[in-house]
């Protein structure tokens, strides 16, 4: 039977206004450099981008003369520069303007510091930097309008801070680019890895975080387009925190490839989660084997969206694979989901309309208010509802006209420990591709197809299969089905065959659980009509996924002849 969420934490009120930017991809340019380009993003990432504060970088911060370049060599205890505005105090460098410096060798205990009040950008080109401090940032950045980071090729840096230090190894209080193809090593033995209290973008660099609380942190937005990062939080991964302005606190993966673990979080914005790109893989609360507590240890979390439009995107969480406060579109890319607790979880609206989401463990596999399928396609194996449209202000019997699950095109494959699809209002079948495997061992009010409000059938291919096919009312209207009971469970593995009285075979289907009922329906069924019921033999055809096949060659022992549009018990079938 429906059920309301056994357990959901409180979140913020969710403010349904999407963020966006405009976004500058990674690059390495540097003098007679080819300049950095735009990566285009799927349409729904596109449309969540388009309302939102840009981003600080462009091409020209990318592009700069060698022979403005300045230099500064860095001796342990000091520092040497060609620049007068390279100040050094004991162990502390200071730039104190804009322009380009080029740094090399180490610091004991000291500190890079940027503190440039006028304007321009400030380019820190680290080429064999090692920066320790035990009580500060490594790289201080106190004003600058903004700041490039930039790796020289075949460059290997490191950065570490003390375990005193409140902020970060790599602080920054401006709009902070980290780019090049140089590696970069970041300790925050104190608190956070790299930190901007402005916007962070990543556009290249072999960049590796460990961090006491968040890996990454961009207050205003954290962007990556490229690179290569690897992050460890004792916090979250990748975060975005400002709650404050509605077009802020995103974050954006374009490109790249970022592995990320976290003892909280593997990715969090307080406003939006926008993936157009790039390979992801996450791990966060220890992964799907933890059961969750009350820290928030979700792989993707957005207060008010999460958007995939491209990418792949491996998650690996103890709470919520993929959520969101309010609404998440997926429109492209491949997301593959493990979790102790939801899947993909949405307060509002679920909407699937391309791309791949595949979920193969989970209490709940897909739930939200509202869950829409109008294309791509969509898996989910839980131990409770494999799709879940659930409204709280209403009890579990009861009807609510706000939930909704409606399937209009793609492909859903679902199996789960109690109910397949399961809705607190309407479920409504208008196309695509739906099979569904409801619980082995609950009969009752659990079932493949489970609504409290009205089932509808109107288009589309489906099977559904559990103890109970389903336990909603079959619709009396609409395209035709069948239905058989049979009086005995069947064994998983076993061949159930759809065909005409005159053999011509429909569909056969080959159930990974043990059922005992099951209902197909589709265009090729009409109501009134007798048809034939086999088992046994082997399943043929065009291989339509979760074990149905249509069209082949009819196998098999006739167990019963069905009629369109009521509900058949047999004894036949095998044992």
Do not use: C
């Not at 740094?103 to 820190?124: C, D, E, W």
């Amino acid at each position: 039977m429906p059920r309301t969420p056994l357990r959901r934490r409180a979140v913020a009120p969710a403010v349904l206004t999407a963020t966006a930017l405009a976004i500058w991809a990674g690059g390495t340019a540097i003098a007679g450099a080819a300049p950095v380009t735009t990566l285009a993003a799927g349409p729904a990432a596109a449309t969540a981008l388009a309302a939102n504060q840009a981003s600080h970088d462009s091409t020209a911060d990318h592009t700069w003369n060698e022979s403005d370049v300045s230099t500064v060599t860095l001796t342990g205890t000091g520092a040497t520069s060609t620049s007068s505005n390279v100040t050094v105090s004991g162990s502390t460098v200071t730039v104190g303007a804009a322009g380009t410096y080029r740094f090399a060798g180490s610091l004991t205990n000291g500190q890079i510091v940027v503190n440039s009040t006028g304007t321009g950008i400030v380019r820190l080109i680290l080429n064999g930097v090692t920066v320790t401090n035990s009580t500060a940032a490594a790289i201080n950045i106190i004003a600058a309008d903004e700041v490039l980071v930039f790796l020289q090729a075949g460059s290997t840096n490191r950065l570490t801070d003390g375990s005193t230090n409140a902020n970060a190894a790599l602080d920054s209080a401006a709009d902070l680019t980290i780019d090049g193809t140089g590696s970069l090593t970041v300790t925050g033995n104190g608190n956070d890895g790299i930190s901007s209290a402005d916007g962070l973008v990543i556009t290249g660099g072999v960049i590796t975080v460990t961090a006491k609380d968040d890996a990454i942190r961009g207050k205003d937005y954290a962007i990556v387009t490229g690179g290569t990062i690897t992050a460890t939080g004792g916090g979250d991964g990748i975060k975005s925190d400002n709650d404050a302005d509605t077009t802020r606190g995103y974050v954006s993966l374009v490109g790249g490839t970022v592995t990320l673990t976290s003892t909280g979080d593997a990715v969090q914005a307080a406003t939006d989660v926008i993936i157009s790109g790039g390979k992801l893989t996450a791990k966060s609360g220890g992964g799907s084997t933890v059961t969750p507590g009350d820290t928030s240890t979700k792989g993707l979390k957005g207060g008010v969206l999460v958007v995939i439009s491209d990418g792949t995107n491996t998650i690996d969480a103890s709470d919520d694979g993929v959520h969101s406060d309010a609404n998440i579109i997926v429109d492209g890319g491949t997301t593959t989901v493990a979790t102790g607790d939801d899947g993909v979880h949405a307060e509002t609206n679920v909407n699937v309309s391309a791309g791949t989401v595949n979920v193969t463990k989970s209490y709940e596999g897909v739930e939200g208010l509202k869950v829409y399928v109008t294309g791509g396609s969509v898996s989910a194996t839980a131990t409770d509802d494999a799709f879940n449209a659930s409204d709280p202000a209403y009890g579990e019997m009861q009807n609510s006209p706000n939930a909704l699950i409606s399937i209009t095109g793609g492909t859903v494959i679902v199996s789960g420990g109690t109910d397949g699809l399961d809705s607190n209002g309407a479920l409504s079948i208008g196309g695509g591709n739906v099979i569904v495997a409801g619980s082995p061992t609950r009969g009752g009010g659990e079932g493949g197809l489970d609504s409290n409000g009205a089932l509808t059938i109107t288009a589309g291919t489906l099977v559904s299969s559990g103890l109970s096919a389903s336990t909603s009312t079959l619709p009396t209207a609409g395209q035709g089905w069948v239905s058989v009971t049979f009086s005995a469970n069947q064994a998983a593995g076993t061949v159930v065959h759809l065909a005409t009285t005159s053999g011509t075979q429909i569909a056969s289907y080959q159930s990974s659980k043990i059922f005992k009922g099951i209902i197909f329906s589709s265009s090729q069924i009409t109501r009134g009509t007798t048809y034939a019921i086999y088992t046994g033999g082997s399943v043929s055809g065009t291989a339509v996924g979760g074990g149905l096949y249509t069209g082949g060659t009819l196998s098999g022992t006739q167990s019963t002849t069905v009629t369109a549009g009521t509900q058949t018990t047999t004894g036949g079938g095998p044992r």
